[in-house]
């Protein structure tokens, strides 16, 4: 199956700062990319995602790059604001099953 | 709120026993997925169900089994509990049509076998 790995573990920045995560993927065929935002004691939730045939994608604040050639994809938010505080999971392979990331601790210090 | 219910919200049970979770995807979905967190594994897929039939399987033990029924509800059945099977168990459900491919997830679970 699918195998995502996503780095950093953990990233602290200050506010108005940029947050930039970055994920791998192994499977070739996939072609989802989504990224889901999971604040702490709540469910996780869907912020953005990019398909395959598309190599960049940006919602306000909210950027996402992928390189099917690399296999690798990214999340970036600019001007970072505390309640951008959370784990964000990346994740990979199509609309039946993707496979999530093991989480990025975003800390943004106020 | 997802629209997404899961019960029960908490359970605590001994090792060795079995479990019933429950899930009630969102109206019109067809489309239930199951996954477990804990707290140094990200979102483990487990299984997904599409209008009653099994469409995918990830990581799911042998001891684990699904099922969706006619009304689209689901069950995650756990048996033989184990210590390492404490963790948070979520739902989603996904309409699985159009352009989206959003998953919605329910509230969690909180299994602690002790």
């Known amino acids: 199956g699918e195998n995502v790995e996503q780095h950093p573990s953990t990233l602290s920045v200050q506010e108005g700062d940029s947050a930039v995560i970055k994920c791998t993927y192994s499977?070739?065929?996939?072609?989802?990319f989504p990224w889901y935002k999971q604040e702490l004691g709540k469910r996780p939730q869907l912020i953005i995602d990019i398909r395959s045939n598309v190599g960049e994608k940006k919602d306000q604040r909210i950027a996402v790059t992928l390189n099917k050639t690399a296999k690798h994809f990214s999340l970036h938010i600019t001007e970072t604001q505390p309640e951008d505080s959370a784990v964000y999971f990346c994740a990979a392979g199509d609309f039946n099953q993707f496979y999530f990331g093991t989480g990025t601790s975003l800390t943004v210090i106020p | 709120d997802s629209g997404v219910t899961q019960t029960p919200k908490h359970l605590i049970t001994a090792t060795g026993q079995r479990v019933t979770l429950r899930c009630s995807p969102r109206?019109?979905?067809?489309?239930v997925y199951w996954y477990q967190q804990s707290l140094d594994q990200g979102l483990q897929f487990l299984i997904q169900?599409?209008?009653?039939?099994?469409?995918a399987k990830g990581n799911i033990l042998e001891r684990f089994s699904a099922q969706q029924f006619p009304d689209l509800h689901s069950e995650l059945n756990l048996s033989s509990l184990e210590l390492g099977d404490s963790a948070l168990y979520f739902c989603?459900?996904?309409?699985?049509?159009?352009?989206?491919?959003?998953?919605?997830f329910g509230p969690g679970t909180r299994l602690t076998v002790t």
């Open positions: 169900y599409y209008n009653g039939e099994e469409r």
């Open positions: 109206s019109g979905d067809l489309s």
């Open positions: 499977d070739s065929a996939s072609n989802y």
């Open positions: 989603a459900s996904s309409p699985t049509r159009g352009l989206s491919y959003e998953q919605y």
